[in-house]
């Protein structure tokens, strides 16, 4: 089947640096997407990766592992702003139209 | 106005009540989704259309009905619906409906549904 895992909640130091991670098992697989959501808002677009390898884009870097289903979320320097929750996504249905989601994680910045 | 746009942003209804979600997108984009957020779920894609043609309809029940009169307009009539169908209704747009990159999804603030 198709499924998308990644921890419900975690909790950061405001200025230290997280990592969410994201583990995949799906049929096929045309690149993994990561999208932020603040409390009462749409998800708003992170990253995208397709090859092995780490994507870097100012203090948000993202990398995957095609071989072990697996990506992970880094964010650097982390500001009280953060605290979202991180959705990972899948290209790797049946249809090109499908994203296979994960149920988000929660991250919380204490300060 | 910009990005996508959703109306209204909540609702509430009876079980008997008939509503229509709408969603407008100012970016262009060809490909149109319905998606439901549940909390602590992940999100469930409802309907895409792609070219105002609905292209993927996942075993959604007939309760929700979807419109697309053009690639920029998205409806989601509502009739007799439940309460475990409370939820954050999401609209999402993307230029072809593929696969890629260039397939990033554009998301609307969304509707809070409450069915009492």
């Known amino acids: 089947g198709q499924n998308i895992d990644q921890p419900t909640e975690m909790t950061a130091t405001e200025g230290a640096i997280v990592q969410i991670n994201c583990t995949y098992q799906?049929?096929?697989?045309?690149?993994l997407f990561w999208y932020q959501q603040h409390a009462g808002e749409a998800p708003t677009f992170l990253s995208y990766?397709?090859l092995d390898g780490l994507e870097e884009k100012g203090r948000f870097s993202s990398f995957l592992s095609r071989s072990k289903g697996y990506s992970y979320l880094l964010l650097k320097e982390l500001q009280m702003k953060d605290s979202a929750s991180y959705l990972c996504?899948?290209?790797?249905?049946?249809?090109?139209?499908?994203?296979?989601w994960g149920a988000g994680t929660k991250l919380i910045i204490k300060p | 106005e910009t990005g996508v746009t959703q109306t209204p942003r909540h609702l509430v209804m009876g079980m008997t009540n008939k509503k229509s979600l709408k969603c407008e997108q100012h970016l262009g984009h060809n490909a149109m989704y319905w998606y439901k957020q549940s909390a602590k779920k992940p999100l469930e894609l409802m309907f895409v259309y792609n070219f105002k043609e609905q292209t993927e309809n996942n075993s959604v029940p007939s309760r929700f009905s979807p419109e697309c009169p053009n690639s920029s307009h998205l409806f989601l009539h509502l009739h007799t619906l439940q309460p475990e169908d409370s939820a954050l209704y999401l609209c999402a747009s993307s230029p072809w409906g593929g696969g890629g990159p260039q397939e990033t999804q554009y998301f609307g603030p969304g509707t809070r549904l409450l069915v009492l």
């Open positions: 996504a899948v290209n790797g249905g049946d249809s090109n139209y499908q994203l296979i």
């Open positions: 990766n397709v």
């Open positions: 799906t049929s096929g697989f045309n690149g």
